[in-house]
């Protein structure tokens, strides 16, 4: 049902003529999904100053049974920040840095900061706050929160969920639940920051964190590396781990077709080795202590890898621009997927000693059923998180090829299940994955996540509709 002119009028005051609108046309832009597979509807749209904003607007929501979806960047890919009626908080007017606390490395950050201003402020102070992810310039620390979102660091930092020490977040009720304490040891009851990490807006609205700050690395390496199997570069990532500890950052893989797509169609990438490989690996390490000998060790190893042909060929970035250059191969693989037309996607996850094998019996199964299905099934390898997309055959109408959606999406889940992994890794559930959240996780688990929601959030308003069917 619309809202009424008196509970627009209502909102209006809360929050002014700047974070107010029932424009349906300045409304528009948010109400499309990052990659356009859900549209959505809201009667007005808001844009909180404040916590007390917020607060005033949630109280309100809840006592006429207004549903609300908050939204940060929306930059999501599961439909999460998408309304379907009632009242949209996008919270990009809350973005105000609080504090920099040197000596705790901690950093006090309303909801709507983008996380790429995030990363130069604690640059200033020699710092690094390490989330990185393609998505930065637009996505806000609040969306990030509330996806546990993950990325490229994962494997020496952790995702979001590591990174967090406190929240400020607004009840549905409109209660503030001030929970800023900046401590590595709290132990006092049940844990409820993490309740709140990776909740997509459907219990509450985080309006504040302390984030961890780490020291900038003082030397990094970046190396490319061409093998002949996913299989040789788990192996290579094990002599990586076992060198390098917690100095490894990230290792990324991907195959020779997401390469070549690139290389087709986003201009001013090259093919960094001699010859082409089946798959590669970009690998970085990095140190924010001095004179460790990080890059003799390096090559020391690369050496062993290639010797025992573990490793094909690799490459030590030379440069920044050489550096750049390597991630943007990474970096672009979904953008130039998108250009060679219909894609199939999945973010799934499994244990890192099962990658291979999962790689080569998913890849056996979708071929089955579509022989010139074009895998390109690349990501973060170091944290088991593998973003399995399947493009659509040469000659083949797109159309027709997403047509063929669930019983892809059926296989890669199943596949995922079978080696014990998650059919949803960084990205989430939002509108998305809902079925897979009734068909993967049972019983108690589903159960559990019910009675949360029952209790923070009685009148169901917070993001109707998704993560888990009530
Ligand atoms: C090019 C590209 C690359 C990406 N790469 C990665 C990657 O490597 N790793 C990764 O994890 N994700 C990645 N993503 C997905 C996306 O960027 C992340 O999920 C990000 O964390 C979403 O942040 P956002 O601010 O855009 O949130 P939104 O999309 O606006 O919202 C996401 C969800 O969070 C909820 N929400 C937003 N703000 C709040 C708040 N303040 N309080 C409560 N709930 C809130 C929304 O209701 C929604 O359910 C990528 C996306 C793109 C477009």
């Given at each position: 049902?619309?809202?009424?002119?008196?509970?627009?009028?209502?909102?209006?005051?809360?929050?002014?003529?700047?974070?107010?609108?029932?424009?349906?046309?300045?409304?528009?832009?948010?109400?499309?999904?990052?990659?356009?597979?859900?549209?959505?509807?809201?009667?007005?749209?808001?844009?909180p100053?404040?916590t007390?904003e917020?607060?005033?607007?949630?109280?309100?929501?809840?006592?006429?049974?207004i549903?609300?979806?908050?939204q940060?960047?929306?930059?999501?890919?599961?439909?999460?920040?998408?309304?379907?009626?009632?009242?949209?908080?996008?919270l990009?007017?809350?973005n105000?840095v609080?504090?920099?606390?040197?000596l705790?490395?901690?950093?006090?950050?309303?909801a709507g900061?983008?996380?790429?201003?995030?990363?130069?402020?604690?640059q200033?102070?020699?710092y690094?706050?390490?989330l990185?992810?393609?998505?930065?310039?637009s996505c806000?620390i609040?969306?990030?929160?509330?996806?546990?979102?993950?990325?490229?660091?994962?494997?020496?930092?952790?995702?979001?969920?590591d990174?967090?020490?406190?929240?400020?977040?607004?009840?549905?009720d409109?209660?503030?639940?001030?929970?800023?304490r900046?401590?590595?040891?709290?132990?006092?009851?049940?844990?409820l920051?993490?309740?709140?990490?990776?909740?997509?807006?459907?219990?509450?609205?985080?309006?504040?964190?302390?984030?961890?700050?780490?020291?900038q690395?003082?030397?990094?390496?970046?190396?490319?590396v061409?093998?002949?199997?996913?299989a040789?570069?788990?192996?290579?990532?094990?002599?990586?781990?076992?060198?390098?500890?917690?100095?490894?950052?990230?290792?990324?893989i991907?195959?020779?077709?997401?390469?070549?797509?690139?290389?087709?169609?986003?201009?001013?990438?090259?093919?960094?080795?001699?010859?082409?490989?089946?798959?590669y690996?970009?690998i970085?390490?990095?140190?924010?202590?001095?004179?460790?000998?990080?890059?003799?060790?390096?090559?020391?190893?690369?050496?062993?890898?290639?010797?025992?042909e573990?490793?094909?060929?690799?490459?030590?970035?030379?440069?920044?621009?050489?550096?750049?250059n390597?991630?943007?191969?990474?970096?672009?693989?979904s953008?130039?997927q998108?250009?060679?037309?219909?894609?199939?996607k999945?973010?799934?996850?499994?244990?890192?000693?099962?990658?291979?094998?999962f790689l080569?019996?998913?890849?056996?199964?979708?071929?089955?059923?579509?022989?010139n299905?074009r895998?390109?099934?690349?990501?973060?390898?170091?944290?088991?998180n593998i973003?399995?997309?399947?493009s659509q055959p040469t000659?083949?109408?797109?159309?027709?090829?997403?047509?063929h959606?669930?019983?892809?999406?059926?296989?890669?889940?199943?596949m995922a299940?079978k080696?014990?992994g998650?059919?949803?890794?960084?990205h989430?559930?939002?509108?998305?994955?809902?079925?897979?959240?009734?068909?993967?996780?049972?019983?108690?688990?589903?159960?559990m996540?019910r009675a949360?929601?029952?209790?923070?959030d009685?009148?169901?308003?917070m993001?109707?509709?998704?993560?888990?069917?009530?």
């Amino acid at each position: 049902m619309p809202l009424s002119a008196a509970i627009l009028e209502t909102l209006y005051n809360i929050v002014g003529d700047i974070g107010f609108t029932t424009d349906q046309q300045a409304i528009a832009p948010y109400l499309v999904e990052s990659r356009g597979r859900f549209h959505g509807y809201c009667d007005a749209l808001i844009k909180p100053k404040s916590t007390q904003e917020v607060a005033d607007v949630l109280a309100l929501c809840n006592d006429e049974n207004i549903p609300v979806v908050p939204q940060g960047g929306n930059t999501g890919h599961c439909g999460g920040a998408v309304p379907d009626g009632g009242v949209l908080i996008n919270l990009s007017r809350l973005n105000q840095v609080r504090a920099l606390d040197p000596l705790n490395a901690t950093m006090t950050v309303e909801a709507g900061c983008i996380l790429q201003n995030i990363q130069t402020a604690a640059q200033k102070h020699n710092y690094i706050f390490p989330l990185t992810l393609a998505a930065q310039g637009s996505c806000q620390i609040g969306g990030n929160i509330a996806t546990n979102a993950g990325g490229v660091q994962v494997l020496k930092y952790g995702n979001m969920r590591d990174l967090v020490l406190g929240l400020e977040v607004v009840l549905a009720d409109g209660r503030i639940w001030d929970g800023l304490r900046g401590l590595r040891k709290d132990n006092t009851g049940y844990d409820l920051p993490h309740l709140f990490i990776g909740s997509e807006g459907t219990l509450g609205i985080v309006t504040a964190a302390i984030l961890k700050l780490f020291p900038q690395p003082k030397e990094s390496i970046t190396v490319f590396v061409g093998a002949q199997s996913p299989a040789d570069l788990m192996d290579g990532f094990a002599h990586f781990r076992d060198d390098f500890a917690d100095d490894l950052s990230a290792f990324e893989i991907m195959p020779r077709f997401a390469l070549d797509l690139v290389l087709k169609h986003v201009w001013g990438n090259r093919d960094p080795l001699s010859r082409p490989y089946p798959w590669y690996g970009l690998i970085e390490i990095g140190t924010a202590r001095t004179h460790t000998g990080l890059r003799e060790s390096c090559e020391k190893l690369l050496e062993l890898l290639l010797s025992r042909e573990i490793f094909s060929d690799a490459l030590i970035a030379e440069s920044l621009i050489q550096v750049k250059n390597l991630w943007a191969l990474r970096e672009n693989i979904s953008d130039a997927q998108k250009q060679e037309g219909g894609s199939i996607k999945h973010d799934v996850s499994v244990p890192v000693s099962k990658i291979s094998a999962f790689l080569d019996e998913t890849s056996h199964m979708i071929t089955n059923i579509m022989p010139n299905a074009r895998i390109c099934a690349f990501g973060h390898a170091g944290d088991g998180n593998i973003h399995f997309n399947v493009s659509q055959p040469t000659g083949m109408e797109k159309e027709f090829f997403l047509t063929h959606w669930n019983e892809l999406n059926e296989i890669v889940h199943e596949m995922a299940a079978k080696y014990e992994g998650s059919f949803s890794a960084e990205h989430g559930i939002g509108l998305l994955k809902t079925e897979e959240m009734e068909l993967y996780r049972h019983g108690p688990e589903l159960d559990m996540m019910r009675a949360i929601k029952k209790a923070l959030d009685p009148n169901g308003i917070m993001n109707p509709g998704k993560i888990i069917k009530i």
